[in-house]
């Protein structure tokens, strides 16, 4: 199998780990949301560090949180994360797990939006529209149901700030993770301990659940290890493309398994993401591909000009 083959295995594997996180959470579902978090922070540093010190690459840490800028931004990304991770773990325990698959649907439409204020992106027609369509979505789904789907929003926010945060991080993913974990793993010990405090708290009560709390901090490393692995290997517009498996085998299980209702409005919510996020991945491969075509025109043009004579000079 080729690198790129390798790739989209990985990430194939990594989105469907993420799309059926739900299913695991949902055995949890007796455990407060707060409680499963900081499980979820305490064996996800646990995890971390061992991979970080089995590669040899634990000292990286220090210069992850080498300065007060660093450590602002890690600590803003580990915030962002967090509240990710906890409204996730809410949805399912309420029954809202339609409405979170909703959210990372939204959230490449959200990113995009995040790129055009912050970094004054310009968006193509095509992405204005799609854009335009999720907000309509949003609208609709507000009108429909009486309220807003804050679920879905705030997912998709805090997961596209958190992706913000991460571009301006010099550290790898698993180093940058680590820090995040780290960062937060002082508030999770705080959390536990007062869960814990007159005999209460899940964990050490029951075998099961003990496992599940510490297998959360494999289920929450491992996808992101593959997804580093994938991304090296995988061009961006197929990392777009492939992602959306998660949401979808959300949405699935949400529907098929928990049989969550799913009305009239949801559908009508629910289609129009469906075409903005098929619109915007036209506009993505168009995109690149015209970037591809640009880089190998750019190549053919400095291979003639430099190409040597016959006298040994370069021929301009």
């Given amino acids: 199998m080729t690198e790129a083959g390798k790739g989209v295995v990985a990430l194939v594997a990594t989105c469907t780990f993420w799309g059926l996180?739900?299913?695991?959470?949902?055995?949890?579902?007796?455990?407060?949301?707060?409680?499963?978090?900081?499980?979820?922070?305490?064996?996800?540093?646990?995890?971390?560090?061992?991979?970080?010190l089995v590669q040899g690459r634990l000292g990286q840490m220090r210069a992850a949180l080498g300065s007060p800028r660093a450590i602002m931004i890690v600590a803003f990304a580990a915030l962002m994360i967090s509240v990710n991770w906890f409204v996730f773990i809410l949805s399912i325990q309420i029954g809202k797990a339609t409405e979170a698959s909703l959210g990372y649907y939204m959230f490449p439409l959200v990113a995009v939006g995040?790129?055009?204020?912050?970094?004054?992106?310009?968006?193509?027609?095509i992405q204005a529209i799609a854009v335009a369509l999720a907000v309509l979505?949003?609208?609709?789904?507000?009108?429909?149901?009486g309220v807003a789907p804050w679920i879905a929003l705030v997912l998709s926010v805090s997961f596209g700030l958190y992706g913000l945060m991460k571009k301006r991080l010099s550290a790898g993913p698993v180093v940058s993770v680590t820090a995040e974990v780290l960062v937060l793993s002082p508030i999770a010990?705080?959390?536990?301990?007062?869960?814990?405090?007159?005999?209460?708290?899940?964990?050490?009560?029951d075998i099961t659940d003990s496992l599940l709390l510490m297998f959360s901090g494999i289920l929450t490393a491992s996808p992101l290890m593959l997804f580093s692995y994938a991304s090296k290997r995988v061009r961006m517009g197929t990392v777009g493309?492939?992602?959306?498996?998660?949401?979808?085998?959300?949405?699935?299980?949400?529907?098929?398994?928990?049989?969550?209702?799913?009305?009239?409005?949801?559908?009508?919510?629910?289609?129009?993401?469906?075409?903005?996020?098929?619109?915007?991945?036209?506009?993505?491969?168009?995109?690149?591909?015209?970037?591809r075509k640009a880089r190998v025109r750019a190549s053919t043009v400095?291979?003639?000009?430099m190409k040597p004579a016959s006298d040994g000079s370069a021929k301009p």
């Fill in 21 to 52: 996180s739900g299913l695991f959470y949902k055995l949890l579902a007796h455990v407060p949301p707060i409680e499963i978090l900081a499980h979820r922070t305490i064996w996800s540093l646990v995890f971390f560090s061992l991979v970080l």
């Fill in 114 to 125: 995040i790129g055009r204020v912050v970094f004054g992106e310009r968006l193509s027609r």
């Fill in 137 to 145: 979505a949003v609208v609709v789904l507000t009108l429909g149901l």
């Fill in 189 to 205: 010990v705080v959390v536990l301990a007062l869960a814990h405090r007159g005999g209460g708290g899940a964990f050490g009560a």
């Fill in 241 to 291: 493309l492939v992602q959306y498996i998660n949401p979808t085998l959300q949405f699935l299980v949400a529907v098929m398994i928990f049989a969550e209702p799913f009305s009239g409005w949801h559908l009508v919510a629910f289609v129009l993401i469906w075409c903005a996020l098929a619109l915007y991945s036209a506009a993505s491969v168009l995109i690149e591909q015209t970037a």
């Fill in 302 to 305: 400095s291979t003639t000009v």
